[in-house]
T-cell receptor, first 115, second 112 residues
Framework: ETGVTQSPTHLIKTRGQQVTLRCSSQ?????VSWYQQALGQGPQFIFQ???????GRGNFPPRFSGLQFPNYSSELNVNALELDDSALYLC???FGNGLITDTQYFGPGTRLTVL | QQQVKQSPQSLIVQKGGISIINCAYE??????FPWYQQFPGKGPALLIA?????SEKKEGRFTISFNKSAKQFSLHIMDSQPGDSATYFC???????????FGTGTRLKVLA
């Protein structure tokens, strides 16, 4: 059974640029959630994807968007990067039915730095 | 917005001692309470979890105590080891939902 993987590990961008982060979910999982973890803080829920559709979003603006593919892998896209977007971005996979999910398992994260 | 308040922010314990981390939540619309362990540069790893119909759950050296009436739950690490040094997060899942709210984390250091 493979765990959750994310790429890239680290990324440096400048303000105003766009970035795409990738996540491969754990085998048997059909739901992917994305979180932003600022330094010294707990993860903050961005959104969740189930059956290739976004089915829930936290308090993040529309410039944060995503995709889920038929193999349940996922992408997080952030447009018009701001300095405050610098954080660790975590992907978590789980098995769910679109309404409720079981335990989430996190990937190692992508460290994004915006200069 | 529903919150989960975690304390202390940091904790130093001697090897072999007991580490205790507390979380409190507002409202009652949570139905699942996991604890995560996170090492620097890594994603959070599930440690142990509890549902509100149980007052205590033990797995090895880790125990969750849950007080539904007080809306509090805590993690106890018995016989703490230097390898336990990490940041610990409590979390709560909204009832019948997929939404998890995380605490702000506790940085634990276990002295050898």
């Amino acid at each position: 059974e493979t765990g959750v993987t994310q790429s890239p590990t680290h990324l440096i961008k400048t303000r105003g640029q766009q970035v795409t982060l990738r996540c491969s979910s754990q085998s048997g999982h059909n739901t992917v959630s994305w979180y932003q973890q600022a330094l010294g803080q707990g993860p903050q829920f961005i959104f969740q994807y189930y059956r290739e559709e976004e089915n829930g979003r936290g308090n993040f603006p529309p410039r944060f968007s995503g995709l889920q593919f038929p193999n349940y892998s996922s992408e997080l896209n952030v447009n018009a990067l701001e300095l405050d977007d610098s954080a660790l971005y975590l992907c978590a996979s789980s098995f769910g039915n679109g309404l409720i999910t079981d335990t989430q398992y996190f990937g190692p994260g992508t460290r994004l730095t915006v200069l | 917005q529903q919150q989960v308040k975690q304390s202390p922010q940091s904790l130093i314990v001697q090897k072999g001692g007991i580490s205790i981390i507390n979380c409190a939540y507002e409202n009652t619309a949570f139905d699942y309470f996991p604890w995560y362990q996170q090492f620097p540069g890594k994603g959070p790893a599930l440690l142990i979890a509890i549902r509100p119909d149980v007052s205590e759950k033990k797995e090895g050296r880790f125990t969750i105590s849950f007080n539904k009436s007080a809306k509090q739950f805590s993690l106890h690490i018995m016989d703490s080891q230097p390898g336990d040094s990490a940041t610990y997060f409590c979390a709560a899942r909204g009832s019948g939902t997929y939404k998890y709210i995380f605490g702000t984390g506790t940085r634990l250091k276990v002295l050898a």
